[in-house]
């Protein structure tokens, strides 16, 4: 599918549009309590309010509030899901971007020199230098000073050292892999006194946007959870790895039931004991659910045992808990088949560098890797040997490292067969998440796929449409794929909610049928069309998804925005807007019969119909449905369909027209005022000023009717000439 966008330069200014956040103040909010948020921005008017992924008890707007400052009280229930959030603002204009904010019970504050009582989190930006603020402690008493920017969006590399009263440095901590990027202190204060601690950034000149949030005081966290995976359908009770009560003991564990017609792909391993999730702050672990086996590491206290593995595919989760460990694992294969085995560790956020083996029974080394391309994780395609049908499997760290954090998942399975456009799907194998004994040389891997779309927000005004891009990465499945996007606002209706078969993707036309103004989240689903039981997978944002299961450490290109909190990426905010069309389309009318050949190009021609006072220059944009080919990770230009790079589709500007329209406006300034001045004098008793303002009232409506008869002569010529010219054609370049 094709569609066209038009990009209007400078439309009057009287058209209202979303609300645009530039700061807050604050970038979390407190559970069980009231939170200050104080916004600045552009078009916060009118009606703002907030959304966010977790329910809000009540909020205000405070009276104070402008168009480019907002100021809310926000209160939310003592039971709200701690962890990272998305968070709106929404006018009657639409939504604005997301914006990311943590949820604790900790005091909310801008950050400030000094600290009367702990514990607290201070928000603030920092470009160059270093800031420092001071806080009272105890003889004994543990102190935990975290800094959350990476996993908030920010671009600040975190560095803090902590100081006693006499100026003694105690700890200091750089931005570390397990934080993905931020920093944590741990310490134990060694006398009463006032410590002092101070935040830079790693280069002491950190780059836009450098907000942050610093915490000090003590709270329970989990930085990792084990397992890190689990089978759909099955329940598992997950240990929390962290800073919790009883590392070891049942409080630190959580009980997951996972529901078998489930279609998330990551959850979080949320605590759920009120008395934990109150004193619980930071970013849940992160939890696969996948289709395969999933298994633990037994044979933790010998080395020299050798675990057996069920057939594939297959998962095993373990813990390098001894300095120099190497854990070892048996797996049944066909001989000749083509198998992948896979070790998930620093993308799950550890300090594991793997090196995995591939060896025969015997011993031998069949294969071995360290890293692979953009992480120090291990990945082997293999072939497996016509004489051998059990290989082990050996995965340790590259330098002996070992601990309570080193956890490691081992994935093997059979290597994708894709079959050949318009071929029918291959079947499941054995059913969902069901092992192969031997894994066959004939057998594939069950078919499946992965939806993306384009963008996390969709704003649409009364009597107009816009369109959601959706994309397919096909593992197998060559179907159709229903979408289902969930329940949208009210009179918000979407065309075109099926990928056809062997489609790379879909552009969804979501219309505005009526009026009203309303926002809510949903999930896209994509459903498995005609497969037994019809399997469904949720969409993720584009910008946010990454190829690995679960997101490496960092942000941006380390993993998208929402790295810290993968499961939010399967949110989607809609909003249909009060904003009327302002009548401004574009159009295209490609014949019946039109077709795209493979290395040729493609004309249509476009209508584009300008209401009064659009006279600017527009330019055309062409959305296409299709997945553009990669090589080397890049978009290959020679295969991807696209607008001819010499040959902008573009609509000048008239610039009488416009300085037609230019004059009306001025003309009705005039008038306006000279009104103005009227309706002044004529409350007075100056007779001589109510006959000056009546006259030269009257000499600005003489010239503004004269005005509006040569301007809209010339906006009608303008707008006939203009439906006749605009429709030229588009030239696209097929690949």
Not at 195 to 216: E, M, S, V
Not at 704 to 719: I, K, L, P, V, W
Request: proline residues 8%; neutral net charge; charged residues 20%.
């Amino acid at each position: 599918a094709v569609a066209l966008t038009a990009l209007v330069a400078a439309p009057p200014a009287a058209t209202a549009g979303p609300p645009t956040v530039r700061t807050m103040d604050v970038r979390g909010l407190r559970s069980g309590g009231t939170t200050t948020l104080v916004i600045e921005g552009a078009e916060l008017l009118p009606n703002p309010r907030l959304v966010l992924t977790q329910p809000i008890a009540s909020q205000s707007v405070k009276p104070t509030s402008t168009a480019t400052r907002l100021e809310f009280d926000v209160t939310l229930d003592a039971d709200a899901e701690p962890g990272l959030q998305s968070l709106y603002v929404a006018t009657d204009g639409g939504l604005s971007e997301r914006q990311l904010v943590t949820i604790d019970a900790l005091p909310q504050l801008p950050f400030a020199p000094a600290l009367a009582a702990l514990p607290v989190a201070l928000h603030g930006t920092l470009g160059a230098g270093t800031i420092k603020t001071t806080f009272p402690g105890r003889a004994g008493q543990t102190v935990l000073c975290e800094v959350e920017a990476q996993r908030l969006g920010s671009r600040l590399r975190p560095v803090v050292h902590l100081y006693d009263s006499a100026g003694q440095h105690l700890a200091w901590s750089l931005p570390l892999a397990t934080l993905r990027g931020d920093t944590r202190i741990a310490a134990t204060l060694p006398s009463d006194g006032q410590y002092t601690l101070t935040l830079n950034d790693l280069q002491y000149n950190a780059p836009g946007p450098n907000h942050f949030r610093l915490k000090i005081g003590s709270w329970q966290f989990a930085d990792f959870a084990f397992p890190p995976a689990i089978q759909r359908g099955s329940s598992a009770t997950v240990r929390l790895v962290g800073a919790t009560a009883g590392p070891r003991g049942p409080a630190a564990s959580l009980a997951l039931p996972i529901a078998a017609a489930g279609d998330s792909q990551v959850i979080p391993a949320i605590p759920s004991d009120a008395a934990q999730r109150a004193g619980f702050s930071g970013f849940p672990p992160a939890i696969q659910v996948t289709d395969s086996l999933e298994t633990v590491e037994t044979a933790r206290d010998s080395a020299a045992v050798i675990q057996d593995l069920a057939g594939l595919p297959v998962a095993v989760s373990g813990w390098l808990g001894v300095a120099g460990e190497e854990d070892r694992y048996r797996l049944k294969v066909a001989p000749e088949s083509k198998v992948r085995f896979e070790v998930f560790a620093a993308r799950l956020g550890t300090a594991i560098d793997s090196v995995l083996e591939v060896r025969r029974e015997a011993g031998a080394v069949l294969a071995t890797n360290d890293d692979t391309a953009g992480t120090t994780d291990s990945a082997i395609d293999f072939t497996v040997p016509k004489d051998v049908d059990a290989v082990i499997l050996a995965v340790k760290d590259s330098l002996g490292r070992a601990g309570e954090s080193q956890i490691y998942r081992l994935v093997a399975a059979l290597a994708p067969i894709v079959p050949a456009a318009g071929a029918p799907a291959p079947a499941p194998v054995a059913g969902a998440g069901a092992s192969v004994a031997a894994g066959g040389a004939g057998a594939v891997s069950p078919p499946d796929f992965r939806l993306v779309a384009e963008l996390d927000r969709v704003n649409v005004a009364m009597g107009a449409r816009n369109i959601v891009r959706l994309r397919v990465d096909r593992r197998g499945y060559t179907g159709p794929i229903r979408v289902d996007l969930g329940t949208l606002p009210p009179n918000l209706a979407a065309d075109g909610l099926e990928i056809p078969a062997d489609a790379s993707g879909k552009l969804v036309m979501v219309n505005a049928k009526g009026d009203g103004v309303g926002q809510t989240l949903t999930t896209i689903r994509g459903v498995a069309a005609g497969v037994p039981g019809e399997p469904s997978k949720l969409a993720t944002i584009e910008a946010d998804t990454v190829a690995a299961p679960v997101p490496p450490p960092g942000t941006g290109s380390a993993g998208g925005p929402l790295s810290a909190a993968p499961w939010l990426a399967t949110r989607f905010a809609w909003a249909l807007s009060s904003a009327t069309a302002p009548g401004f389309a574009a159009d295209w009318q490609p014949p019946a019969d039109a077709a795209i050949v493979l290395g040729g190009k493609f004309s249509a021609p476009v209508v584009v119909r300008r209401p009064v006072g659009w006279d600017g220059p527009v330019r055309l944009v062409v959305l296409t449905s299709q997945n553009p080919p990669l090589v080397n990770g890049k978009d290959d230009p020679n295969r991807t369909l696209r607008a001819e790079a010499n040959a902008p589709v573009e609509l000048a500007a008239d610039p009488k027209a416009t300085a037609a329209w230019d004059a009306k406006l001025a003309a009705d300034k005039v008038v306006a005022d000279a009104q103005a001045a009227f309706d002044k004098a004529a409350a007075g008793n100056d007779e001589k000023v109510k006959t000056d303002t009546a006259a030269k009232l009257a000499e600005a409506k003489t010239k503004q009717t004269a005005g509006d008869r040569r301007g809209g002569s010339r906006q009608g010529r303008r707008q006939a000439r203009s439906r006749f010219t605009a429709g030229r054609a588009g030239r696209f370049a097929g690949p």
